[in-house]
């Protein structure tokens, strides 16, 4: 059993390491060749795979093809890597709807899972959200793989995955970066437990990747909530004020 990871990033570089978990030979693509072939150098028994030109691999040439890119690039990534799948396709961009539609028309016939990781790569194991379009063997021994990594699989839609990720990361990326944006600095035997629990959120956030974030913000509605829900707390009088943190 083959499988092709597209995208080099952290996510692919992370399925990389599951596929050969379960027992795959696996090559690596990305829009760069060399952060493709400097990702299948670092991993043993990977190899580095064009997707443009005459090495480009024939249809159908691996039996899973999984797509790991920014959310923007999704689409277009999804269909142009279908028709190299065989058997199964499975995504793990970030949303939800619109990547298990573009599976949908590009790949029909073949398995469809949209899979996402609700954690950083090194911080598996974690909660992983399912969208099992068209289930089949290929693309359940890769969950199987991730059970035994210990990680919690949950079946979802897309629906309401992408609904959800308006709270759990668009509206608490954009509360968690104000506040980083608004607090001053103070001696460390000033914090009280919950500002020193925000202030190591800043920092957790803010030593990824901005660009994620900003995909993150740009795909989920939300953040116009935060700042909504901000401005009704500092216009607050006293009893406004009682009344929002009773409502909370």
Sequence with gaps: MNGLVVGAGEMGRWLVDVLEDGGLD?????????????????VAGARAVPLDGADRP??????????????????????????????ALLDVTGTMTDPVAAMREHAPGRERVSLHPLFAADAEPGNVAVVVDAAGPVTDAVRETLAERENHLF???????????ETVQARVHAAVLAYGLAAEEVPEEFH??????????????????????????????GADDVADAARRVAEA??????QLYEDV
């Design 26 to 42: 696996v090559g690596v693509a990305d829009a760069d060749p060399d952060v493709a072939s400097a990702l299948a150098d670092a």
């Design 58 to 87: 024939a249809e159908g040439a691996f039996d899973l093809v999984c797509v790991a890119v920014p959310i923007p690039a999704a689409e277009e990534a999804i269909a142009d890597a279908a028709p190299l799948a065989d058997l």
């Design 155 to 165: 079946e979802t839609t897309p629906a309401e995955h992408d609904r959800a990720m």
């Design 192 to 221: 009280t437990p919950v500002s020193a629990g925000l202030t190591e959120l800043v920092e957790r956030v803010t030593g990824g990747d901005g660009r994620v974030y900003a995909d993150i913000q740009a795909a989920f509605a």
């Design 237 to 242: 009088d006293r009893e406004t004020f009682r």
